[in-house]
């Protein structure tokens, strides 16, 4: 991706102060849609696709500094701070752009995510059978689908079952399965073979600046029945962003803002008013 191209970016709304929303892994600016049409009547809402997904410029590996770097030339580009709000690995691009251009920043939200490394397991609790992280065997099953031979949205879904068996995950993954033009071939709008080569770098979190933290306002929202977010996740995010406060969400795993849209909604829209008293 050179300096000259840019991360795409859709906006909602006509007037009110600036929100910009960061997706996850496999996602795109428009999973937060529904969020944002919720704002959008008195904010400014920017929804970005990450490079290496959706309607963004792939680049040539995976890197954290440099996706928080992009955001900020996108955020830079308002000439207002705004709050950013972004899930999973889009949360953590939030917080290096934090900690690195807190200029550019009124406040934070960080979606069921922590600023650690994830183990390749994905096992974060005592049980031994917990499942796996899922990640990897994803990107395994959508590179396996045979494009070629795919002739409706359902046969994709039906490749997908055995190695995703959840319904609202695999609808998830399928937003990225585009079809070009009336009768054209399947692709990925997801660059598949980059994410599944680099899928270490998205389980780390690189070292911040020495010194630095974010000391606006943060909200930091877990699913109840999520796993990313443990308790002793709580020291390291205090000591980068020590002014966070923790919702955890009920009925909500990982999706937060997909499973429970209007509670999520409501506590954003408690944090976003009180920023901007």
């Known amino acids: 991706m050179s300096s000259e191209e840019r991360l795409h970016a859709r906006t909602l709304g006509q007037a009110g102060p600036r929100v910009v929303f960061v997706h996850g892994l496999f996602g795109q600016g ?28 792939w680049t040539e590996r995976v890197d954290y500094v440099d996706m928080a770097d992009l955001v900020a030339t996108e955020l ?15 949360g953590k691009v939030a917080l290096q752009l934090a900690l690195r251009h807190p200029e550019l920043l009124c406040a934070l939200v960080v979606v069921d995510v922590a600023p650690v490394e994830y183990p390749v397991s994905g096992g974060r609790t005592d049980d031994p059978d917990e499942e796996a992280s899922p990640f990897a065997a994803y990107i395994a099953a959508m590179r396996a689908m045979d494009l070629d031979a ?18 609202m995950v695999r609808s998830f993954l399928l937003q990225s399965l585009v079809r070009e033009g009336a009768g054209g071939g399947w692709r990925w709008r997801v660059n598949l073979e980059l994410l599944e080569r680099d899928l270490g770098e998205l389980r780390g979190f690189p070292d911040p600046p020495p010194g630095a933290t974010y000391d606006g306002p943060v909200l930091w929202i877990a699913g109840a029945d999520s796993h990313y977010v443990l308790p002793q996740d709580r020291a390291r995010m205090d000591e980068l962003c020590p002014n966070t406060r923790l919702v ?4 909500a795993g990982h999706w937060v803002h997909s499973q429970q849209p209007e509670v999520f909604l409501q506590a954003l829209r408690r944090f976003l008013d009180h920023v901007e008293r």
């Open 150 to 167: 795919l002739e409706t949205r359902e046969d994709a879904d039906a490749a997908l079952r055995a190695a995703v068996p959840s319904r």
């Open 248 to 251: 955890r969400v009920k009925n």
């Open 76 to 90: 830079g580009s308002f000439g207002e701070p705004v709050t950013l709000v972004g899930h999973s690995m889009g």
């Open 30 to 57: 428009k999973n937060w849609t529904t969020i944002a049409k919720g704002l959008s009547g008195d904010h400014r809402v920017a929804l970005l696709d990450l490079p290496n997904h959706g309607h963004s410029p």
